[in-house]
């Protein structure tokens, strides 16, 4: 970072009271306070507001301009998926539905149009990305990550990241990104949001700290605080985390905000702190710098200082971190951010997010029933999921945030998964019906027997099933993964009809269906697609693309079976010749890497150059269409100082080829690529044999692999 914004930063806090520094460590939420209550917060000198837009952010900003240093505030907006709360604004997919196409630029372009959205709504500032891994799909914010891979994680926060921040904070267009939540808050026990993180530090930066350390070194300007803990401290006052880890040893020079009333929660939730006062100290001296919505952080951490308990040399820290990131973003002399007027919701960004939901679109089975034959003269669309457009959405848009609105109108454009399927059919001479049969949450509305009727005609099902926004996001943990209401009694009614079936999830996780992909002639995991899923789901099933989507995430068969992500951990005892579940498969529904297209691949000939840590591997296309391939590497290390996973991905490479034709792809490595933490927390490459895996998913038979050994 330049010293020159340090330098003005510290010129500006030479004339701040005590009262000024402290009010601008103060994030104030403008839709629970008020605009009055916001007003008088402006006129304290509070740093940052959250969910406030348009003429009101505008007026906040001139009231906090106004003041004796004039220091404007940063706006803060949860844009994670598009600037989604902004009704008129672009939807894009979910981070989970993006990170099915393994695809860096299509995450940046996510990032830059989000940006450029959010800028020409005034606004300064994203909590996105999260970084968070979704090892267990029982936890509600599994919509929210880039899946349970740290490899793929921190490589799409990169891109994204880079996307939102442009080549500089000053830039008209570009938005501060925020790498969330700061850490391991995913792995909560029992997926029970917020709750303690049953790891070691260890096994910390094994697998939760390097995506975090991959946002650090794409720049991101400000890192979150996790709701949770880490053997019983928590995540919001560890020292350890914030300041030695994030700062000393990945080199941040940001900010850090904590979650959303966290100093409030030290008191109220964890218990770990008597008053709000002492919680003022511990939030303060262990390293966050920015307090969310936690407005008695003010008045506590004043009286802190006076009486002796916190030190303002700390306070004089958080305050040069919020400042300087001000310098950077060159705010004192741009406090409203200008963005490109009249490109909220235009039809360049609805194209981008259209290709987002393209290559999102992820082919899981298909016995030859996809894509839709000339022969087919009726497709029966069926489930509320199919044309609803809030399941098709998600978390985090106007129907959600910053306050539940579910009976907001929807604003188009957008294409429901049943528009998508009529406009292509009718435009092939098609019949189209749809019947609602039941939604993923039961209601009035229900009705199976009419689902059944409309179906019998048909020559095609496409039944679409998953889950509600009420299902979906924090504080919405699930127990039972099992498909929700009355979806497997329609399933199975549907089956017994003997129609060929196409099932498609509209939903935010992994959902444990077993009997739909034993029963299902093909099966499509779309999850929530953002505006034009529906349309990209058609098109997917109509061949009008090729599907390329390969999973983030594994997919149990039941909920008991969880967790199945695919870089566990070996020593699992299994007596001889049997499973090791007595009444379920070891392995997933479906696995890490899996997906499929209507072109398939073969791989041959995999060597791997240790001199040069170079692998090659034949790809070649045997099908009739072209495609993209993902080529995925794994490695595994075969015996090291600590158990290490039976396999874990550390590169991908994207292909496309022609029908018939074949590449030799080569991808080069990195000594460290093959590391491991050990005992004492110290990230090596221990010498001996190791194992390189390369194919089309996790699964062991996708995979060739070819032994070597590092000096």
Known sequence: MSNEYISRARALMAQMTLEEKVAQMMQIPYAMVGREEALRWAKLGAGSFLHVLGDDAREIQQAACSTRLGIPVIFGIDAVRGHALNDHATVFPTQLACACSWDRETAREMGRITAREVATDGLHWTFSPLLCLSRDPRWGRVNETFGEDPYLTGELAAAIIEGYQGDSLDDPESIIACAKHYFAYGEAVGARD???????????????????????????????TAYGSIDGTPLTIDRKALHDILRGEMGFDGFVVTDWMNATSLVTQQFVAADPVEAARLAAEAGNDMIMSSPEFYESALRSIREGRLSESVID???????????????????????????????????????????????????GVLPIADGVKTIAVIGGNADDIRAQYGDWTYFSHPLPNPEHEPIRPYTTIREGMEALAAARGIACVYSRGCSPIPTDADDLDAAVEAAKGADLIVYVVGDEVPQVGEGKDRADLA????????????????????????????????????????????????AHGGEAVAQALFGEINPQ????????????????????????????????????????????????????????????????????VTVKNTGSVEGVETVQVYFRDLVSSVMTPVKQLIAYKQVELAPGKAKTVEITLDRMDFSLVNRREERVVEPGEFLLMVGHSSRNEDLLTVKFALA
Not at 207 to 223: Q, T
């Open 549 to 616: 989507g390969r999973l983030p995430i594994s997919f149990p068969h039941h909920s008991g079976q969880v967790p199945v992500y695919y870089n566990a951990l070996p020593g699992w005892h299994k007596q001889v010749d049997k499973q090791k579940y007595c009444d379920l498969p070891e392995t997933p529904l479906f696995a890490f890497g899996e997906g499929m297209g209507y072109a398939p691949f073969a791989y041959s000939d995999l060597s791997f150059d240790t001199d040069t840590l170079t692998a090659r």
């Open 317 to 367: 820290e958080a305050v040069l971190h919020i400042l300087t990131v001000k310098m950077r973003m060159e705010l004192f002399a741009h406090p409203e951010k200008l963005g490109r007027p009249g490109c909220i919701g235009c039809a360049e960004h609805h194209e981008a997010a259209l290709r987002a939901a393209q290559k999102s679109i992820t082919l899981l089975r298909n016995d």
């Open 483 to 530: 498909l929700s209401g009355r979806q497997s009694e329609l399933f199975a009614r549907l089956r017994a009809l003997g129609i060929p079936m196409t099932t498609v999830l509209c939903a935010s996780k992994p959902l444990a269906m077993p009997e739909v992909e034993a029963a299902s002639n093909a099966v499509v995991v779309a999850f929530n697609g953002g």
């Open 194 to 224: 917020a709750c303690d993180s049953e790891i070691t530090y260890r096994k910390a930066r094994e697998v939760f700290l390097p995506p975090f350390k991959k946002a650090v070194d794409a720049g991101c300007a400000s890192f979150m």
